[in-house]
């Protein structure tokens, strides 16, 4: 599997990595021209595996309004809130020929929440987040929202699993 392919299962994921170009890793502020200084024979790189973005991602929704977690059973849910395990659960990204990233994000939604805001503010926190960490280009993201969670519930779920 070439570095710049699509991948889409758990086993391509793993194994893949996402390789920037050196050049793209320049950073511009408003009015900042950087020129393309990569050199043609240089032997340099920059490689993230798919798990570093997706983890990036994952972290990033933590913090959206109406966003009560990724993707997972209550009790799961609840024990990997305490023990931080798995973060990358709900999370998966698709490599374009053009490098740049598609993310996919599965999450459970507080009940009363609007969810097309939800949608924009996750958009926002993951291109922000993956942009100024490894100055990947994303593509698109694509929300799916699996449960709804009401406030009690979660409380509820907690008492149980301790």
Do not use: H, W
């Amino acid at each position: 599997m070439n570095d710049a392919s699509t991948t889409s299962t758990s086993e391509a994921q793993e194994s893949s990595l996402v390789q920037l170009p050196v050049s793209a890793m320049a950073q511009t502020t408003d009015d900042d021209v950087i020129e393309d200084v990569e050199d043609a024979d240089s032997e340099d790189s920059l490689t993230f595996s798919n798990g570093v973005i997706e983890k990036i991602v994952a972290i990033a929704c933590r913090d959206v309004p109406g966003v009560v977690g990724m993707k997972g059973g209550f009790f799961k849910r609840v024990q990997e809130t305490l023990t931080g395990a798995d973060l990358t659960k709900g999370v998966t990204v698709e490599v374009m020929q053009d490098n740049s990233v598609r993310v996919n994000i599965s999450i459970l939604m507080a009940y009363g929440a609007y969810a097309p805001q939800v949608f924009e503010d996750v958009k926002k926190a993951v291109v922000r987040e993956l942009s100024s960490m490894t100055g990947l280009e994303v593509s698109g993201v694509n929300l799916r929202i699996e449960d709804v969670i009401a406030a009690g519930e979660l409380d509820d779920d907690e008492r149980e699993a301790n």
